[in-house]
């Protein structure tokens, strides 16, 4: 019976972890996905993210949701998309640039 419960409790455990989404932080709400001309006329680069989701509901959105918070914990405003990807086996992928532009 106690083992019963134990692997019902890490189960549930589990599940918790991989129910959850990735919610935006304060300040990445401000964040734009801006194009190539956008990016080269009005935007300075603060360097690259790479994000990925293994787990979980809804992957493409949480990975991306990640890069977002990391652009924005960079103190950017906004993100060109250099690739995603999306894999069954080994869940998603965003590398992206996280720029300071003058919208």
């Given at each position: 019976?106690?083992?019963?419960?134990?692997?019902m409790a890490s189960a549930l455990g589990l599940l918790s972890l991989?129910?959850?989404?990735?919610?935006?932080?304060?300040?990445?709400?401000?964040?734009?996905?801006?194009?190539?001309?956008?990016?080269?006329?009005?935007?300075?680069?603060?360097?690259?993210?790479?994000?990925?989701?293994?787990?979980?509901?809804?992957?493409?959105?949480?990975?991306?949701?990640?890069?977002?918070?990391?652009?924005?914990?960079?103190?950017g405003n906004g993100i060109f998309i250099v690739s995603s990807n999306?894999?069954?086996?080994?869940?998603?992928?965003?590398?992206?640039?996280?720029?300071?532009?003058?919208?």
């Open positions: 019976m106690k083992a019963r419960i134990t692997l991989t129910g959850c989404a990735t919610s935006l932080d304060s300040g990445a709400e401000k964040v734009q996905i801006v194009t190539a001309t956008q990016k080269e006329r009005l935007c300075q680069s603060l360097g690259v993210v790479s994000t990925e989701q293994r787990i979980g509901p809804n992957k493409p959105s949480n990975a991306m949701n990640k890069a977002i918070n990391e652009v924005a914990r960079k103190g999306l894999d069954w086996a080994e869940g998603a992928s965003v590398t992206a640039e996280a720029l300071q532009c003058k919208f």
